[in-house]
């Protein structure tokens, strides 16, 4: 065995060890990580606040509360709720509107993060609320969409709550509980990374009430809706989508201690300023669905100097439009000639963004394209020297079982791409049958910015791989736990130094090499 070999199952075996053991996901350290009170240059040159930085590192040192967790959440109408805002500033108010079959209830407020390994703290908790059981509703109009319309339960204060992203979680008097989703957001992520969440993603998937805008009550695709509303809970535990595609990134971001924003994909639409003078914008694991402004800002955004990071696959295919001060998403999709704006405004026709009326592919924005679903593959290495796994030790063709899938994107030379691009990781799979593979990518543009997309849905999930947080339902381990904790600690600290070109090297466009 060469010292490389030897380097590389040293690093391995001793971050599995420890993913194994750790109380939380993202307990190694890589050694490349800036030390805490590092204040990194915004996309222009200038160095982030020290106001904003001080607030922060304060708040990441606060104690943590392990007992965040949920407990058995009962029926879905035990207990559950929403909010009538997707986000609010610091000190802003919002309502939450809450169903139970319990006499009563409590509401606890806890802001994700590393805070030593518990990855929430309580920052506020309700008295007790009376407890009230609100009407069932059902869909309406011809674009089946369920709203509740229930009354308002209680109106809560975050004067006192720092920026970042939360689960509430009502504890009802009959032991159930269940999450709220919720977004204190920044008015500025001026040289700061800021992490854009999901939200209109986590409302399309949404099946409370029976439809979502992929199947409707019957489970049928014919019988979804075309418009789907805020103003009803989510299904599940409340917050699924955040638990799997969002939370591990945001613990890990914060535990390195780099200067941090938070926004929601609705809030980059309705306030694209938040982006201006950004080192960095993360995209998390499951982002599906933008409005075209939205995309515009973020390209906006990449081609004056900001890094963005692509975490998952599947980025930005669906084009929606949000109405109603932002309380509705809207997508036809394949029913586009029913879109009321097609035939009057094709480029806002709510469909793919590569579809007609009007095709604009994502991946002259991500630099990949997603292909296919659904796929279980090995992630493959390709570029082994490139920067984002320095610390590693991987070779080239070593691989990473299961960290491909459920979807996945590739490098498509004949969709519009931006070059030079860098293959990363080129990873054999089978989707339906089919042969193909999944990539990550790397380019870089002439503000400087440098694009990542890891092509897969899984990479923040794999942050998880190996530890107690890992539902291990696809079977990654703790090697493709440190391996991927690794990799993105060396991409999250590089973009936030600024335009990645500025510093790093270029990247090698290889595409005719592995494609031909």
């Known amino acids: 065995m060469d010292d490389k070999g030897v380097r590389r199952r040293r690093f391995l075996g001793a971050a599995a060890a420890a993913g194994a053991g750790a109380a939380g996901f993202g307990a190694l350290t890589g050694c490349d990580s800036p030390a805490t009170g590092d204040t990194p240059p915004t996309a222009t040159g200038k160095p982030v606040r020290t106001d904003s930085l001080t607030a922060q590192q304060t708040e990441q040192a606060r104690p943590g509360d392990a007992g965040w967790r949920l407990g058995p959440t009962g029926p879905q109408q035990a207990i559950e709720g929403y909010t009538d805002q997707v986000s609010v500033l610091r000190g802003e108010h919002f309502a939450l509107h809450a169903s139970t079959t319990a006499p009563g209830f409590t509401v606890s407020a806890y802001r994700v993060g590393w805070y030593g390994g518990a990855q929430a703290r309580l920052v506020w908790r309700s008295g007790r609320i009376a407890g009230r059981l609100q009407p069932a509703t059902g869909p309406d109009g011809s674009t089946r969409t369920v709203s509740t319309g229930w009354e308002p339960t209680v109106s809560v204060d975050t004067a006192d709550w720092p920026e970042g992203a939360y689960l509430l979680r009502l504890d009802a008097e009959d032991g159930h509980q269940r999450y709220v989703p919720m977004v204190v957001r920044s008015t500025s992520a001026a040289g700061r990374t800021l992490l854009m969440h999901g939200a209109a993603t986590w409302q399309a998937y949404n099946v409370w009430g029976g439809y979502s805008l992929y199947q409707g009550e019957s489970g049928s ?296």
């Open 221 to 516: 695709y014919a019988g979804r809706s075309l418009a789907v509303s805020f103003d009803r809970p989510y299904d599940g535990t409340g917050a699924d989508k955040f638990l799997v595609y969002e939370r591990a990134l945001v613990v890990l971001a914060e535990r390195l201690g780099i200067p941090l924003a938070y926004t929601t994909g609705i809030d980059v639409h309705r306030q694209p300023q938040v982006l201006h003078g950004a080192t960095a914008l993360l995209s998390l694991g499951h982002d599906e669905y933008w409005t075209p402004e939205q995309r515009a800002s973020v390209t906006a955004a990449r081609d004056s100097g900001t890094n963005i990071a692509f975490l998952g696959a599947n980025t930005c295919f669906r084009r929606i439009r949000i109405e109603d001060g932002a309380r509705t998403v809207i997508c036809y999709k394949t029913d586009y000639r029913d879109d009321p704006l097609y035939g009057t405004d094709d480029a806002a026709v709510t469909t793919d963004f590569r579809a007609e009326p009007s095709p604009d592919p994502e991946s002259s924005l991500t630099g990949v394209i997603y292909e296919g679903y659904p796929t279980d593959a090995s992630y493959v290495v390709h570029a082994a020297d490139h920067w984002l796994y320095a610390g590693t030790g991987v070779s080239a063709g070593e691989s990473f079982p299961h960290l491909i899938g459920v979807e996945y994107d590739r490098v498509t030379p004949g969709d519009p791409t931006p070059r030079p691009i860098e293959i990363l990781a080129h990873s054999p799979l089978v989707c339906e049958g089919r042969a193909s593979h999944s990539d990550s990518a790397y380019y870089t543009v002439p503000s400087g910015a440098g694009v990542f997309a890891s092509g897969t849905m899984r990479w923040v999930e794999g942050l998880m791989a190996g530890t107690h947080d890992d539902g291990g339902d696809h079977r990654m381990d703790a090697r493709t736990g440190a391996f991927v904790t690794r990799a993105t600690e060396n991409l999250l600290t590089a973009f936030a130094k600024g335009p990645a070109a500025h510093h790093l090297p270029a990247p090698r466009d290889n595409v005719t090499q592995v494609y031909g």
